[in-house]
């Protein structure tokens, strides 16, 4: 159905034409899904918009051919280009937040695509929204359709990309990272979704991931892509099985699981290189831990290794030794009778305000009642869906939400109500890593001045030379090169970005980080890079770790302490392994059967939880849990569960007792 034929793609840059995609091939027929992988700046997303002939005003195709059912779509003329664009293709892209338009609603923008592709108007065509918004699992669509984005959270503006994408009933979907943003109950929702339609309408599929079990689940071929080149292509059973390129191989040693627990993850060294200095032979020599002379002259031509299955690679060896840099990593001893932080109760409330007087009417329930502890060089993952206050209770253990009730004492100093000065002072000690790095970097500053802001604040560095040299040593702790310190964040990649967010935090030496989601945008090289960054960070210094997360790879390879949220309260808590491999309620349960694996075996049932979180402004009677429960009670209706001892160190909130 798609046919891509040595595609070439540049971006022009001070009167120069730099290849990012440089001829690549590849064919996707009816029903199938072809993934495409590799690092942030492999050209994956340049590669999408180049198919749809939406790159931005520096982009240039260079050479090649796209046809979509033996149509050219480089020939033709903008005007028909628009009738395929959004009608027989479409795209979800990677950022919902910066594709959706914020001054029109929901349903106009839905509206657009129905009018224009399907020939929908009035009743017929808020009929069909509504059945759209319903199918990507959104919950009141008559009231969401008129909504602006601005009033959705993040991963429902991602269901309303979905939607808007799938209301033309496109032919060829091609996904950039259409989960990234998703907890794993709704990621698994969308995947379903996307595979039913897939199997329904013989829509073919070009599915831009970095998340391997996400692939393992979906994909019918794989690509690996590296620095602008195709560098393995193989069916799901080869590729899983038997990946034989030297970069796809330390993509899977990269992957945090419970096996690797107390191991360092392999990482891959170096970065993916610049558009204005590839390297002559193969791309990938450089970071190669199987690189020869030949490597460094000559590009490798492909290979064929097994049925369907193609390299590029001049090294033929099997899969590769686990390396010397994977070593164990010794458990610090920690004595749990002392908590670093310690809170208690913690409630922060918003007001709802109505009226000409804005009275308030309501509260919005952001957090309820929340008690936590974390010792000195320990890990606690605080996990849950979107909305059901975990980064809020980042935010307010910072004080930077004021908290409406409860206490938050660190190294036993009450912080709550604490003056300002003092507060100024206390926060030397803990730091918090946000969850969107581009919206949390000054986009006015270096990304040395970002990273130096801190350290001067607080007088950590007498002179100049100190700083730098300092801040030469926090970007190669993060793996960025010294001269990221002289650009601006726009520069940068997301999966960059965060490197920099991770760096300003650790540059006032903190010993407690709160780290909202800060893998989530990161390949699986540089996420390696990061936890084992973090890991010996805790290993050296103590440094205690708040972790909030909806990536259970993450959680089973780093955490010590889990503790898992439902509407503003804790509901379990526990060791790691005890809420990970004995989960007690049934939301927790559900979270770790929609957890996607990346190998072939090992795919669970995932358990469907009906309807989305509740609001925290009007949360339901009893369980806040029953509507959604698969083994409600009538008296999970009437009452909130107390706290029940399963173990000395695992607790659960729930009325059912799981066998």
């Not at 032979?281 to 290979?303: I, K, N």
């Not at 972790?547 to 889990?562: G, K």
Request: aromatic share 4%; proline share 6%.
């Amino acid at each position: 159905m798609l046919q891509v034929e040595n595609l070439r793609l540049g971006f022009m840059a001070n009167g120069q034409t730099f290849a990012a995609v440089d001829g690549i091939s590849f064919a996707i027929a009816k029903g199938e899904t072809f993934a495409l992988l590799g690092e942030s700046g492999c050209g994956k997303s340049a590669t999408a918009q180049g198919i749809m002939r939406l790159l931005p005003a520096a982009g240039r195709i260079l050479d090649g051919s796209i046809r979509l059912d033996g149509e050219a779509l480089l020939t033709l003329p903008e005007a028909d280009m628009r009738a395929y664009r959004g009608g027989r293709m479409a795209m979800i892209f990677q950022e919902p937040a910066t594709s959706l338009n914020p001054v029109l609603t929901v349903g106009r923008q839905i509206g657009e695509v129905l009018e224009r592709h399907r020939q929908l108007v009035g009743q017929a065509a808020t009929g069909r929204m509504l059945e759209l918004l319903r199918l990507v699992g959104i919950a009141d669509p008559e009231r969401r359709l008129g909504e602006y984005p601005f009033q959705l959270s993040g991963g429902m503006k991602q269901r309303v990309m979905i939607a808007i994408a799938l209301a033309g009933e496109p032919e060829l979907l091609i996904a950039d990272e259409p989960t990234t943003a998703l907890d794993v109950t709704v990621q698994a929702q969308i995947l379903d979704l996307l595979a039913g339609l897939q199997a329904e309408r013989g829509m073919g599929m070009l599915l831009i991931t970095h998340d391997l079990g996400v692939v393992a689940r979906m994909a019918h071929r794989i690509g690996v892509m590296y620095a602008g080149e195709l560098v393995e292509v193989a069916s799901r059973q080869e590729f899983f099985i038997r990946p034989r390129h030297p970069y796809t191989q330390a993509l899977f040693a990269a992957l945090p699981e419970v096996s690797r627990r107390g191991l360092r993850l392999t990482t891959i060294p170096g970065q993916v290189p610049v558009l204005s200095a590839m390297p002559a032979g193969c791309r990938f020599a450089d970071r190669c831990a199987h690189v020869m002379a030949q490597c460094r002259s000559e590009s490798p031509a492909w290979r064929a290794v097994g049925e369907g299955h193609v390299v590029r690679c001049h090294w033929t060896g099997e899969a590769a030794e686990a390396g010397p840099a994977r070593h164990a990593v010794s458990e610090l001893e920690i004595e749990p009778a002392r908590p670093f932080l310690e809170v208690d109760a913690l409630k922060v409330h918003f007001p709802i305000r109505r009226g000409l007087l804005q009275r308030t009417v309501g509260h919005v329930r952001a957090v309820d009642g929340v008690s936590l502890a974390i010792s000195a060089g320990r890990t606690l993952a605080l996990v849950g869906e979107s909305g059901c206050g975990k980064t809020t209770v980042g935010k307010a253990l910072l004080q930077l939400i004021q908290p409406t009730a409860g206490s938050v004492k660190l190294a036993n100093r009450e912080l709550v109500g604490m003056k300002p000065k003092r507060l100024r002072a206390a926060r030397r000690h803990m730091q918090m890593v946000f969850q969107d790095p581009f919206a949390s970097l000054n986009p006015r500053m270096r990304v040395g001045e970002i990273i130096a802001e801190g350290m001067a604040a607080l007088a950590l560095t007498a002179d100049r030379a100190t700083q730098a040299e300092a801040l030469s040593a926090l970007l190669s702790q993060v793996g960025l090169p010294d001269e990221a310190a002289g650009r601006y964040p726009h520069e940068f990649s997301g999966g960059q970005r965060q490197r920099i967010a991770i760096a300003r935090a650790l540059a006032v030496q903190p010993e407690l980080l709160i780290c909202d989601e800060p893998t989530s945008a990161l390949d699986v090289s540089v996420q390696a890079q990061i936890l084992n960054l973090l890991k010996k960070l805790q290993e050296e210094l103590g440094v205690a770790y708040l972790f909030i997360t909806h990536n259970f790879a993450v959680v089973e390879y780093l955490a010590h302490d889990v503790a898992v949220m439902y509407l503003g309260r804790i509901v379990e808590r526990g060791r790691a392994e005890e809420v990970l491999r004995s989960p007690r309620h049934p939301y927790t349960q559900a979270l770790l059967s929609a957890v996607p694996v990346p190998r072939l075996d090992g795919q669970s049932a995932v358990v469907r939880l009906p309807g989305e979180t509740p609001s925290p402004a009007n949360p339901p009677s009893g369980c806040h849990f029953h509507p959604r429960c698969p083994h409600v009670m009538a008296v999970c209706r009437e009452s909130y569960p107390e706290s029940s001892d399963v173990s000395a160190t695992h607790t659960v909130n729930c009325h059912w007792r799981a066998v």
